[in-house]
C-alpha cells in the first residue's frame, strides 16, 4: 500500500481557500459543499499559521476536549 500523496503548497492554499469562499459566500450550507480535501487543506493552513496553542494531542489539552463533549451532551 502506497502512502497518501501529501497537497503541495500550492494546492493546499487552494483547496483551503476554495473552502474559506463557500463558507463566506453560503454561510452554513457552503460547510456542506466543503470536500475532504479541502477541509483537511483548511485545517493544515490553520496548524501551519500557528494560531492554535499547542497541539490537540497535547495532555494539557485533553482536559478542555473532554469537557466540552459533557457539556454538549
Known sequence: MTE???FTQQEMLQLAGSAVAK???LGS???TLCTMDE???MASV???AGVLPGQPTDPQRQARFVENEKEQS
Open 23 to 25: 463558507v463566506d459566500l
Open 29 to 31: 450550507r457552503g460547510t
Open 46 to 48: 490553520i496548524v501551519l
Open 4 to 6: 497518501p500523496r501529501r
Open 39 to 41: 477541509i483537511e487543506a
